[in-house]
Every structure is written in structure tokens, then in C-alpha cells.
């Protein structure tokens, strides 16, 4: 279901937030599956999978404590959260240093991701781990966006963009820091994007959609090779005589 140079569609959207977008993505998978494939219920291996909306929105706090039969403040408690995690592969010191927010995203691939069969938004991603997205008003501990899932794959990825130059500085510095100590996804300054910030950007919303596992999803191929355009992994067949 992997393919490292994926097809993408990335757009971005003016005087909007990652709220227009949800609704937007809605309309946009239902109208592909009717006009497409001419349902809006389609087949997945052992899923039937209803494209026509509205979707499940559930923040990543939500999601976690409904697939873990955790509570909100359970959830809230970091001790929980290694608790949940305990067994994964990965060595349980560095697990032990990793913090609330890196440790909820954690929990939630390993124990919600794979049940999210059905369309779902996850919002409230923590901000520490979104150095792009704008924090949320409400709680800066979090920022305003989202992914959506569909047969437990994530499809596609979405904010309200960071506008505020000074912010985005801190979050880049923030991630140069974290990168020395070690972290592979981590980022360096962008000291070009942090100047156009300052020349001025709109209140924007942007989104990419991975459109190889969209495609997956609506044939129902099991193998992102049977739906890439440049297929270079497929297997070599090799005729016999009588064929």
C-alpha cells in the first residue's frame, strides 16, 4: 500500500480553514464514487465501505479512547498511553522519553489506524508534531487539522496553514532541535518560507490526497503496483510455449 514516489494531488485554499476542507472532501469521494464506480457503496476485500457522507470527525483523543476502551482522562495520562503501548516494536527506553503528544500519534497508529475502515476525519493532531498547522484558538496544545482514513489508510492530510511568521520561526527552530537530538522526521529551518510569511499570506487551507490508495480503494486492488501508472516493481511473467 506504499509506493515512496506516490501520486498526489496537493491544492491550497484562500480565506478558508481545515473545516471547508472536510466538507469539501466529503462532496469530492462521494461524487468520484457515483460518478466512478456508480455507487457510493463500494466493496473492499471483506468491507463494504459507504463513501456517501457525512463522515465520522473525531478528535485523535477521541478515536484513541473509543478503539482502546480508554476515557478521556485516560487518555489524558501519559502512564496510560505506555501502558497501551507496551509490547510494540521499539525499544522501551526511547518509548519512555517520548512525550504526551508524541506518544498519543503513537498510540493511535498502533491501536485505532487499522480499524478506521469506514470514511473518518481525525482532527486535533498535537502541535509539537504539526510544525506547519495553525494552533488551534482554543488550545495551542493542538492545531487545526486533520486526515482521513478509509479501510484504515490514511488518504489524505489537511490544515489551516501557520500565516504568523514569528510562530513558524519558533516551530522550525523547535524541529532543528529535534532533529540533532535524533528525530528522522524532523525538519531544518526554512528561513526562505519563514520570509515570505513575513511579506504576508491570506487565512489559507491546504490538502494533499494520495491518489494511488484513493485508486486502490475504488477498484478494489490489493497492491498499490496495480495501480501506479509507471508499474517498474510489477513481476516479470514469462510465457511457456503453449501460451
Avoid at 460518478?35 to 468491507?47: C, L, Q
Avoid at 508524541?102 to 486535533?124: D, G, N, R, S
Amino acid at each position: 500500500k506504499h509506493n515512496p514516489e506516490f501520486t498526489t494531488i496537493e491544492f491550497y485554499w484562500a480565506y478558508a480553514t481545515y473545516h471547508n476542507l472536510m466538507d469539501f472532501t466529503e462532496d469530492l469521494i462521494t461524487g468520484l464514487a457515483r460518478d466512478v464506480i456508480k455507487s457510493e457503496v463500494i466493496r473492499f476485500g471483506d468491507h463494504d465501505i459507504n463513501l456517501k457522507g457525512p463522515y465520522a470527525r473525531l478528535t485523535m483523543r477521541e478515536a484513541v479512547a473509543k478503539y482502546t476502551n480508554s476515557t478521556m482522562d485516560q487518555v489524558n495520562d501519559r502512564n496510560h498511553l505506555l501502558g497501551l503501548l507496551k509490547g510494540i516494536d521499539m525499544d522501551p527506553k526511547k518509548l519512555n522519553e517520548l512525550s504526551w503528544g508524541k506518544l498519543l500519534v503513537l498510540a493511535f497508529e498502533e491501536k485505532v489506524e487499522a480499524q478506521l475502515i469506514q470514511p473518518t476525519f481525525i482532527t486535533e493532531y498535537p502541535t509539537e508534531i504539526s510544525p506547519l498547522s495553525r494552533r488551534n484558538d482554543e488550545n495551542p496544545d493542538f492545531v487545526d487539522r486533520f486526515e482521513f482514513f478509509i479501510n484504515g489508510w490514511e488518504v489524505g492530510n489537511a490544515f489551516s496553514e501557520l500565516n504568523n511568521p514569528t510562530d513558524q520561526l519558533d516551530r522550525f527552530a523547535d524541529q532543528a532541535m529535534a532533529k540533532d537530538a535524533g528525530d528522522d522526521e524532523a525538519t531544518d529551518v526554512d528561513y526562505d518560507f519563514v520570509r515570505a510569511l513575513e511579506y504576508g499570506m491570506p487565512p489559507t487551507a491546504g490538502q494533499g490526497i494520495g491518489i494511488d490508495r484513493l485508486c486502490m480503494i475504488l477498484t478494489d486492488s490489493h497492491t498499490i503496483r496495480d495501480v501506479i501508472l509507471f508499474p517498474l516493481l510489477k513481476k516479470e511473467h514469462f510465457f511457456s510455449e503453449e501460451e
